[in-house]
């Protein structure tokens, strides 16, 4: 088993930053790990995903530019530097880990565990 817990997330002015962590504990840290959003009546989107090792990395278009992924995996955590952020960014926001294919898959379905969530608000 692997428990996640995010953290970092909060009301924000558009254009500010915020940088939410994802704290992972039990099985081995040895996993791609990736963040997903969901806003008020919307599917769960992906963001961004990486390796286990940090040298591959993926974002959704609608991010990309503004958001980084990385991990520090001593420290069992990754990370989601989000810049210049928007209203519709405003979502919860979901860490997930892979220990399938060990890719940086945009598919939620391919992720075996997942945090509760953290709430991001952006204000316009």
């Known amino acids: 088993q692997v428990q996640l817990v995010e953290s970092g997330g909060g009301l924000v002015q558009a254009g500010g930053s915020l940088r939410l962590s994802c704290a992972a504990s039990?099985?081995?840290?040895?996993?791609?790990m990736g963040w997903f959003r969901q806003a008020p009546g919307k599917e769960r989107e992906f963001v961004a995903a990486v390796t286990w090792g940090g040298g591959s990395t993926n974002y959704a278009d609608s991010v990309k530019g503004r958001f980084t992924i990385s991990r520090d995996n001593a420290k069992n955590t990754v990370y989601l530097q989000m810049n210049r952020l928007k209203p519709e960014d405003t979502a919860v926001y979901y860490c997930?880990?892979?220990?399938?294919?060990?890719?940086?898959?945009?598919?939620?379905?391919?992720?075996?565990?997942w945090g509760q969530g953290t709430q991001v608000t952006v204000s316009s």
């Open positions: 997930a880990a892979e220990y399938g294919v060990g890719g940086t898959s945009s598919v939620s379905s391919s992720y075996d565990y």
């Open positions: 039990g099985r081995t840290f040895s996993s791609s």
